[in-house]
């Protein structure tokens, strides 16, 4: 059923929808780093930045989130050359995979976190509270769904004749929606 309650205006489809309002916060993001002087964040490095606020992650589960490995990686490769990520150490494994925010990252998080608190504020000021906690919970339920029959393959171990066989890639879902909880 197609219906439009308030006006004339075209139903935009729901994907549009979508990148423009998270150009919303990146924008409100982007000008608040700026006043801050955090001026050398990548343009996807807020999100990053706001994932790991609240807890560390290893530099797959993040480029998982985005479904970009290797543009998240050169991401944070950027974020630790300029101070706001850090690798840690386990001594139990050589291997430095685990990522956290460093000081500068966590004050460039807690700008992050009022910018978007601010644009929450601005839609409960414009949409009922009961209307923007219901489109908070759809769009938890859209990030949520997961189709493992359209993933694409990735590569895994080679086999003893060199070859490289395909297997489904594991489905994980990281929320960003809960890096950033609605303002009161």
């Known amino acids: 059923m197609n219906h439009k309650d308030h006006d004339d205006t075209p139903e935009l489809a729901m994907p549009l929808l979508l990148a423009n309002a998270l150009r919303t916060y990146g924008i409100a993001n982007r000008r608040a780093l700026q006043a801050a002087g955090f001026n050398d964040i990548p343009r996807a490095g807020a999100q990053i930045i706001g994932r790991l606020e609240h807890a560390g992650a290893t530099v797959g589960e993040v480029g998982g989130a985005f479904g970009a490995t290797m543009q998240a990686s050169r991401i944070i490769e950027t974020l630790i050359e300029r101070g706001y990520v850090q690798r840690l150490t386990d001594a139990d494994d050589?291997?430095?995979?685990?990522?956290?925010?460093?000081?500068?990252?966590?004050?460039?998080?807690?700008?992050?976190?009022?910018?978007?608190?601010?644009?929450?504020?601005?839609?409960?000021?414009?949409?009922?509270?009961?209307?923007?906690?219901?489109?908070?919970?759809?769009?938890?339920?859209?990030?949520?769904?997961?189709?493992?029959?359209?993933?694409?393959?990735?590569?895994?171990?080679?086999?003893?004749?060199?070859?490289?066989?395909?297997?489904?890639?594991?489905?994980?879902?990281?929320?960003?929606?809960?890096?950033?909880?609605?303002?009161?």
Not at 109 to 115: E, H, K, L, T
Not at 140 to 151: D, R, V
Not at 171 to 180: G, Q
């Open 94 to 184: 050589p291997n430095p995979v685990n990522i956290a925010l460093t000081e500068r990252g966590s004050a460039a998080a807690g700008v992050i976190r009022a910018a978007v608190n601010q644009v929450d504020a601005a839609l409960r000021e414009t949409t009922a509270t009961r209307d923007v906690d219901h489109a908070r919970t759809i769009l938890t339920a859209l990030a949520a769904q997961s189709h493992p029959s359209e993933e694409p393959a990735q590569p895994s171990e080679r086999k003893s004749g060199g070859r490289r066989t395909t297997r489904p890639r594991p489905t994980r879902v990281v929320v960003f929606a809960d890096a950033y909880p609605s303002a009161p």
